[in-house]
């Protein structure tokens, strides 16, 4: 099946009890058994929900994969893959990442004896000279939050091949409507699927996807053991929100073209970070690895002054100052101050998440609002 029709039909029928079109949404905590081990495949929510099931199958189907698994948040998805490690195992992460996902690497797993490595993934060389024997897992996003950084998969899967490690992509600002890191080499794909994929900003969950049954194996077991699983009803959310992602896709990368063009022309902005740029760095992987160039945007101005970032992003109207991304409505956000505050300012700075840094989920208005809305929020400032 072609992408847009996988969405719809991937994993998913009928209801056979009553030919109901949509998925039920299975709101039971357990099941009737006709006798000890007699059952009809499902035993208790936490182990299995007819409603998870149908979105693990539809979003393992999205991204070329065999086996998926959903959580209660993206946290809890990268949570279950760092549980695969053991004390002494070694990991080297992109050092331009979801400021939680660096959180959660430096003070939750860290105190547990693993060792993480932040490197410029933009320059594959500093992964291979990295690397060592107790290296056991590569952790990248491409593109990266909330630089727009690209990283050659196929690249850093034949490294982590060479050194027996599991490669593990964040692929939430790409969805697998542009990007499927499975076919690139990747072991494991992860989606804060409260982004993109539910596509509305009303539900958490985190998804991951993989081809091996061995690592799906161990995936299972540690959602099923720890039980940071995703409800029914936010299971039925998200498959309804699937079904229209190719379209918002689309949009999302029509609007955001528009508005990366018309900053990088803006006499107040200094650089814009979007992969479609012909300036940006690593472009022309961009185009090999990924099918078009997404909407999300960040850009710095000149004057790096605090003061007028906090201006600017409050100065909107149409573009909703708030955390997260992938709705169908547009956002703004001061990574420094909010998605990444977490980082160490000396280590943001280094990686230019500079004071006058902004992040733009744009969503699937009118391009031509959401340019005259940007327009007056600069006029605001000096």
Known sequence: MKFATKTIHAGLGPDPATGAIMTPIYQTSTYVQEGIGQHKGYTYSRSGNPTRNALEQNIAALENGKFGACFGSGMAAIDAVLKMLKPGDEVIATNDLYGGSYRLFTSIFANFGIVFHFVDMSDIQCIAQTINTNTKLIWVETPTN????????????????????????????ATPYLQNPLDLGADIVMHSATKYLGGHSDVMMGVLVCQDPQIAQKIYHIQNSSGAIAGPMDSFLVLRGIKTLHVRMQRHCEN????????????????????????????????????????????SLKENRLKDAQKLV?????????????????????????????????DREKLGIVDSLIRLSVGIEDSVDLIVDMDKAMNSIA
């Open 146 to 173: 909330p630089m727009l950084n690209i990283i050659d998969l196929h690249a850093v899967a034949d490294i982590a091949q060479s050194a027996g490690a599991l490669l593990a992509v964040d692929n939430t600002f």
């Open 314 to 346: 409050s100065n909107t109207k149409l573009f909703a100052l708030a955390e997260s991304l992938g709705g169908v409505e547009s956002l703004i956000g001061h990574p420094a101050s909010m998605t990444h505050a977490s980082i160490p300012q000396v």
């Open 256 to 299: 955001g073209e528009k508005i990366a063009r018309w900053l990088s022309l803006h006499p107040k902005v200094e650089h814009v970070y979007w992969p479609g740029l012909e300036t940006h760095l690593n472009h022309d992987i961009a185009k090999k690895q990924m099918r078009g160039f997404g909407g999300m945007i960040s850009f």
